[in-house]
């Protein structure tokens, strides 16, 4: 499977992008300090495996010991200078803004990629997930009271090989008349995903989170009495989502602080 980092790259390999980044350093020596240095530095050391960062500010804050007005400041600069470009990402599992992806531009490209900057929007269509009270969200135009639809919207078809499988593990907890709720929070959960180009490629993929979701979620009430199923195979698929897409996010950062100084 293609890296969705992968498909922001600017450049071809590792070392033109570490080429880049000395030329913006030299280029922009005067106009740059130290805490600007770092963090264009930091963001080229998450970039080595996939040529673009996915970066947490307060996982900058924590790593060069300098507050979150610093960060965004830094960050603002270096955009201004042309040097990074940063890329709003959405996390539709989580229902928010997830960590920002950031790139390193090459020295002679000045223009700024039309999705720079911006948020895809969510789909009308979408059916919300429910968040609790105390969970934060940014999706302030999203009416969380929605409850889940637990039928297909009309006109719509259901994918008949998971829907069947589905409804197939669910006889044996001696009920598969819930066969459409299920299928309908994974709907849920994998639709807000598949709203987004960088998904696209990847629906057969969920189906086989769907299909070992609902396999997890049987086997489990062998074991022991789970009294709301349909919320535990909830949780299990985010989970399975979560560790496919979202595992490398935030890699081990190996370079010692001192040395981005």
């Given amino acids: 499977m293609t890296h969705y980092l992968c498909k922001f790259a600017k450049f071809e390999n590792k070392n033109e992008m570490d080429a880049a980044a000395r030329k913006h350093a030299d280029i922009h020596w005067n ?23 996915h970066l947490k500010h307060q996982t900058i804050e924590l790593k060069l010991g ?12 270096l ?41 895809a929007e969510p789909s009308n269509d979408a059916v919300p997930e429910p968040i609790s009270e105390n969970e934060p969200s940014f999706y302030k135009a999203l009416n969380i009271q929605d409850p889940i639809k637990t039928s297909p919207l009309s ?46 490629e990847s629906k057969g993929i969920f189906e086989d ?15 022991k009495k789970i009294h709301n199923l349909p919320g535990y195979f909830k949780g299990v698929l985010r989970e399975l989502i979560d560790e496919t897409f979202f595992e490398d996010i935030y890699q081990e950062y190996s370079v010692p602080v001192e040395a981005l100084f």
């Fill in 155 to 200: 006109g719509e078809k259901l994918s008949t090989t998971l829907f069947a499988k589905m409804k197939e593990l669910l006889a044996l907890t001696g009920d598969s008349s819930k066969a459409r709720e299920f299928f309908a929070i994974y709907r849920v959960l994998t639709g807000r995903m598949l709203k987004f180009e960088i998904y696209q």
């Fill in 209 to 223: 989170l769907g299909h070992r979701a609902i396999y997890i979620s049987v086997m489990a009430t062998k074991k």
């Fill in 79 to 119: 955009e201004k200078l042309q040097i990074i470009e940063r890329i709003q990402f959405v996390r539709p599992v989580m229902s928010g803004l997830g960590a920002n992806i950031y790139l390193i531009f090459p020295v002679n490209d000045q223009s700024k990629m039309n999705r720079g900057g911006q948020v």
């Fill in 31 to 53: 106009a740059m300090n130290k805490t600007d240095r770092a963090v264009l530095e930091m963001i080229r050391c998450y970039s080595v495996k996939f040529l673009a960062a």
């Fill in 66 to 77: 300098v507050s979150n007005s610093t960060v965004r400041r830094t960050l603002r600069k």
